[in-house]
């Protein structure tokens, strides 16, 4: 890859992992949540508080507090800290990043990260979380993503251009301060209108920092083919998605 090629490869990385914030309630309206059963997996035996790395809005939170933890947010975008704010008005939203986390030592059972990690720097990350978790304490990284070995919805990927696995990102590297890194994945859904998962798609950076020809033709072509198809066409369905969750001890 040539210098000016990997120049312009980190100012679109760059470009997209700061295009979320100025579309924050549309994202909080139009992302999933995440299945409980991979919260469970990814938690410690006895839990009790936990932290939200790069919260956004603050999905992966709410399943964090229905299974009865106790959560601080980090999140270093002020858009989405305020639309964090507005869902979560009593739950504390710290301005962070991964690789600086305004938390003290050995202050918290897990540190989870919802479609997030692949925009750390993992080593820098991996580091800075060994440092805020308790000993046997995990870090976990989860991914949505689509469960394209249903027809429709791989089709739906190839029309839309919306390519979306559970894990986006290469396996999380070793770090000494951690075990190996496990995986697994579960099965969800996302309730969804032709409608409202054309809103969905647009709150992805690939989108967001598509010029305004490409994002309408993206929109346009998306929209028609799901009032189209059968499984689509006729008001709410369930997008089938599975959810990848990495997670890994603390030493």
């Not at 760059?14 to 949540?33: K, L, T, V, W």
């Not at 919260?39 to 790069?54: H, K, Q, T, Y």
């Not at 469960?147 to 894990?167: I, K, L, Y």
């Amino acid at each position: 890859m040539s210098e000016a090629t990997s120049s312009a490869d980190r100012e679109l990385w760059n470009r997209r992992s700061r295009s979320f914030g100025g579309h924050a309630d549309a994202y909080d309206e139009h992302r999933p949540d995440y299945p409980l059963d991979g919260l469970r997996w990814a938690l410690p035996p006895g839990a009790a508080e936990v932290v939200d790395l790069a919260a956004g809005t603050g999905k992966l939170t709410a399943g964090l507090r229905a299974l009865g933890l106790r959560v601080t947010a980090v999140e270093p975008d002020p858009g989405m800290r305020a639309a964090f704010t507005r869902r979560h008005p009593g739950i504390e939203v710290l301005d962070g990043t991964a690789e600086r986390i305004p938390l003290p030592d050995a202050s918290t059972d897990g540190v989870l990260a919802g479609q997030a990690f692949h925009w750390f720097d993992p080593d820098a990350a991996l580091t800075e979380i060994a440092r805020v978790l308790r000993p046997g304490g995990v870090v976990a990284g989860l991914w949505n993503g689509n469960d394209d070995s249903v027809p429709w919805v791989a089709e739906f990927a190839r029309v839309s251009g919306f390519v979306q696995r559970g894990r986006s990102v290469a396996t999380l590297p070793e770090h000494t301060a951690f075990s190996a890194f496990e995986e697994k994945t579960f099965r969800h859904s996302h309730r969804r209108t032709p409608e409202s998962l054309v809103e969905t798609i647009s709150t992805h950076s690939h989108l967001l920092v598509a010029d305004d020809a490409e994002r309408a033709e993206t929109r346009r072509r998306t929209l028609e083919f799901l009032r189209a198809n059968p499984a689509t066409a006729n008001g709410e369905f369930d997008l089938p998605l599975l959810t990848t969750v990495l997670r890994a001890v603390r030493r």
